[in-house]
């Protein structure tokens, strides 16, 4: 099993620039957990769906963030217009059966100038 | 506000020795708790969790204990390898919610 495959590893952008953040989750799981991890905050939670279904997205930050899951193979995580302090490690996780024992992907390191 | 707190982010250690991590927690409906570990340019990998029904859980190497009354857990490594030098983080869910709050992470070098 390839485990979780985020893309692209790592993204550096200016300010005001759209940034796309994909992920494909292990094939079986149900739920998918985006985060982001910052040296201030630690690894929050953004986001995470079950069946494709977007349950609980009270950790995204502001209006400029969104998500999708168009089906069980893929996710995105979208920032229009990103800024500087969008800057982090975006992680994307899935499990199976709900928030036990997550599988995380290897992260998208993402620099907003 | 931080419910999950790992203070002292740092620990060295020599090989063979025991490392001991420290977690808090502030939220009482906290109920599960976890342990990853996280090795540079990867994802966090699951190590050992505990339910609040349990003081004690044991893997291995790794063994947590948990004091409800005190919030508190640690995370024993017993012996040391170098291979255990990477950042670990402390989790808890509260009532099967979806939600984990992570800590900051604690980075552990051990030094052969």
């Known amino acids: 099993d390839a485990g979780v495959i985020q893309s692209p590893r790592h993204e550096v952008t200016e300010m005001g620039q759209e940034v796309t953040l994909r992920c494909k989750p292990i094939?079986?799981?149900?739920?998918l957990f985006w985060y982001r991890q910052t040296m201030m905050r630690g690894l929050e939670l953004l986001i995470y769906f079950n069946n494709n279904v977007p349950i609980d997205d009270s950790g995204m930050p502001e209006d400029r963030f969104s998500a999708k899951m168009p089906n069980a193979s893929f996710s995105t995580l979208k920032i229009q217009p990103s800024e500087p302090r969008d800057s982090a490690v975006y992680f994307c996780?899935?499990?199976?059966?709900?928030?036990?024992?997550?599988?995380f992907g290897p992260g998208t390191r993402l620099l907003v100038l | 506000d931080q419910q999950v707190k790992q203070n002292s982010p740092s620990l060295s250690v020599q090989e063979g020795r025991i490392s001991i991590l420290n977690c808090d927690y502030t939220?009482?409906?906290?109920?599960?708790f976890l342990w990853y570990k996280k090795y540079p340019a990867e994802g966090p990998t699951f190590l050992i969790s505990?339910?609040?029904?349990?003081d004690k859980n044991e893997d291995g190497r790794f063994t947590v204990f948990l004091n409800k009354s005190a919030k508190h857990l640690s995370l024993h490594i017993v012996p040391s390898q170098p291979g255990d030098s990477a950042v670990y983080f402390c989790a808890a869910s509260a009532g099967g919610n979806n939600r984990l709050a992570f800590g900051k992470g604690n980075q552990v070098v051990v030094i052969p």
């Open positions: 505990i339910s609040s029904i349990k």
């Open positions: 094939s079986g799981h149900d739920y």
């Open positions: 996780a899935s499990s199976l059966g709900g928030w036990e024992t997550q599988y």
């Open positions: 939220n009482s409906m906290f109920d599960y």
